[in-house]
């Protein structure tokens, strides 16, 4: 039995592997809210509407001194919202809110409603903590207010108002970006928005007031009646609706509409990579560098689950919006620097795992991406050939000569100093750790595709 590292802030319960499966302890502390949970219908509500991850009781006991085994359906790839897009988070904090809602009607309210209890099943957001659930009692704020806005509401309006790229703020901040910091970012004409100005900017002046002062009996004591708490989480749904933000404008978002190939070479390269998905047999892949994740797309619709990562927020934001408009659930969009990839952080760096810890694809992708890391980031070829064959046994990547127009655009702002950045000496070190299966120049250009197997 192991315990999972980052399992351990609520005392309700927490998650183990056995023989590679998932389980979850229910503790005695939490037996009576999870007998509501079950007997209020709450909880096959929540699974019918493909809203909470299902979950089988057990009969074995482990051993552990428990209440209830149970074991919750397994989400393939786990993310965190410091690599989601805009609509990712968006779509999390608006499934909370709906979750928060249908809890009322069964007696029940969200103690927890932190980012990380949301993650993503066949391209939806789903929540995954049975165990956030406690009995309502009648005139008692929601304790997890200030959570929500700190995980959700905060980020999303610094998102929307100011630049998509605070998202990253949640690898600073565990847990949830604070609404000061927030308050303070935002530009002055959010005070003129009702709800911002309420749940972000009152919100933080109240934080601020009272933080080195003891709260007063009125306060201990203060009461919120049902419907006064439901109009809170509807008016907080109308904030989060209302934020908007179009993927456009960034750097990357309209790579394929550029000089990278004529209309043939583009079609030939689909071709090529959809023959080479097809000789791996692969079944799991990760799509490094996936823009807008067109050649995600055709490694799904050949079967396999796809998490499509890209350094570029709209790209993600746009593969992301196609996956769900077409209810693609076999593609995950995630943002990821790769020259920077999430790393374990939280307690003892191992409470969100870094990102090789949490999946072992079957093939990896790297199409277009090679002058980016070894010449725009000064990566030598054989640190990426290490890092790629420690991932994954399959490995289609696309090499991009300096003859080429993007290449030639990159040494035009700094001297060249890439002697061996050449085919010949890419095939080199490659080959130390890779068996070259196929090798083909894409027409009507110098790039060359490459299908590699692991030796």
């Known amino acids: 039995m192991e315990r999972l590292k980052g ?63 149970i074991k919750p359906k397994l989400i393939p790839f786990v993310s965190y919202p410091y690599e989601w897009s805009f609509s990712q988070l968006k779509d999390a904090a608006l499934l909370t809110l709906e979750i928060q809602k249908e809890a009322i009607k069964c007696g029940m309210i969200l103690k927890d409603a932190t980012s990380y ?15 956030s659930f406690e009995r309502y009692v009648e005139g008692k704020p929601w304790v997890a207010y200030k959570q929500f806005c700190q995980h959700f509401l905060a980020p999303l309006a610094l998102m929307s108002y100011c630049d998509v790229r605070l ?162 659930g076999r593609i995950l969009p995630l943002i990821l620097d790769l020259t920077n990839p999430s790393a374990g952080i939280g307690w003892n760096n191992n409470e969100r795992n870094k990102i090789e810890e949490r999946g072992h694809p079957d093939l990896l992708m790297a199409l277009a991406l090679i002058h980016h890391i070894s010449i725009s980031n000064n990566v030598p070829f054989d640190l990426v050939r290490d890092y790629f064959s420690s991932i994954a046994p399959w490995l289609i990547i696309e090499f991009v000569p300096k003859s080429d127009k993007k290449v030639k655009r990159l040494l035009s702002f700094r001297k060249d100093v890439f002697d061996s950045y050449n085919q010949e000496y890419f095939e080199k070190c490659f080959l130390e750790k890779y068996e070259i299966c196929e090798s083909v120049k894409i027409d009507e250009s110098d790039r060359v595709l490459y299908l590699m197997k692991r030796r």
């Open 7 to 69: 399992s351990f802030r609520d005392p309700s319960g927490f998650l183990f592997f056995d023989n590679k499966e998932l389980y979850r302890v229910v503790s005695d502390f939490y037996r009576e809210d999870y007998e509501l949970l079950t007997s209020s219908g709450l909880y096959n509500k929540l699974v019918e509407k493909e809203l909470l991850v299902s979950h089988n009781e057990m009969t074995e006991s482990f051993e552990l001194n428990a209440f209830k085994i």
């Open 117 to 131: 209890n949301v993650q993503f099943l066949n391209g939806r957001p789903i929540f995954i903590d049975t165990l």
């Open 167 to 328: 998202s990253k703020l949640f690898r600073i901040f565990i847990d949830g970006v604070p609404i000061d910091i927030a308050s303070k970012l935002l530009p002055f004409k959010t005070y003129f928005k009702p709800s911002l100005l309420m749940h972000v900017h009152l919100h933080a002046g109240s934080v601020k007031k009272y933080e080195d002062k003891d709260p007063s009996e009125k306060q201990i004591n203060r009461k919120i009646s049902k419907n006064s708490l439901v109009a809170l989480i509807d008016n907080i749904e109308s904030c989060v609706k209302s934020l908007k933000w179009k993927a456009s404008g960034t750097e990357w978002v309209d790579y394929y509409q550029g000089d990278s190939y004529t209309q043939k070479g583009f079609d030939n390269k689909a071709s090529l990579v959809k023959e080479f998905i097809s000789i791996s047999e692969s079944k799991n892949v990760w799509d490094l560098g996936a823009n807008d994740g067109y050649f995600s797309n055709i490694a799904s619709n050949l079967g396999a689950n796809v998490v499509s990562f890209d350094i570029d927020s709209a790209c993600v934001e746009n593969n992301y919006l196609r996956a769900r408009k077409n209810n693609n």
